[in-house]
């Protein structure tokens, strides 16, 4: 049974599990420094059992092991003591349990301050990336209104053109209508003296109208007034 191991015995553990878990610590160290978090892996190529696996399986096994190696201390420390040299050897025996499970807690963190560090820098490359992706949808933005806006100028300007091409035909037809109608006054002058006479006669017409109506409107002032 375990409770009837004498202090040889357990001596003995002890200095089997503290150089096991010396050689473990070492391999744990290699393995937390020699660990890469990929960036984007494809699934298939991703291996079943990954460093981190490896890390974490290895970190519980050690845990374990510091946990043995505490009890068997605990148990050496309620063995009698005979002498200097057993104070001497249990206190040798606490303080490598000591020095493996700093190391182990060294280890495991510098690990966690990596993959943070790894995890930051991972980050801040998607922001960057992110970063040149809103820039290019500002600059494709920017080429599309620069477009449109062309487009709409090209617009005004045809609708300019075809305005003056518009007024220039009304224009020529104006003259065409013109030159007609001085074709025809050249071509028959009697209608031409004949529009002459008209035009006179209107006018000769409004002036005895115009005479007439001063002459009535000042027959009403003598009328009102005398």
Do not use: W
């Amino acid at each position: 049974m375990a409770a009837a191991l004498s202090y040889e015995d357990l001596r003995k553990q002890a200095r089997q599990l503290e150089n096991e878990i010396d050689l473990k610590l070492v391999a744990f160290s290699k393995l937390g420094a020699g660990i890469k978090t990929p960036h984007a892996a494809h699934p298939d190529t991703v291996p079943l059992l990954s460093g981190e696996d490896t890390f974490e399986a290895m970190s519980l096994e050690i845990e374990q092991l510091l946990n043995r190696l505490t009890q068997v201390n605990e148990r050496l420390s309620e063995q009698p003591v005979s002498g200097a040299a057993m104070l001497h050897t249990l206190q040798r025996h606490r303080d490598i349990l000591a020095d493996l499970s700093r190391d182990f807690r060294k280890t495991n963190s510098q690990r966690e301050s990596r993959r943070e560090r790894e995890d930051l820098l991972r980050g801040s490359e998607s922001y960057r990336s992110d970063g040149v992706n809103n820039r290019r949808d500002m600059y494709l933005k920017e080429n599309q209104h620069a477009h449109n806006s062309d487009r709409l100028l090209n617009e005004q300007i045809s609708i300019a053109v075809e305005t003056r091409e518009h007024l220039t035909s009304q224009r020529q037809t104006l003259k065409r209508l013109q030159t007609r109608f001085n074709d025809i006054s050249n071509r028959y002058p009697m209608i031409s003296s004949l529009i002459q006479r008209i035009n006179v006669r209107k006018r000769r017409d409004s002036i005895i109208i115009g005479l007439v109506v001063s002459l009535c409107t000042i027959l009403m002032l003598v009328y009102v007034f005398s």
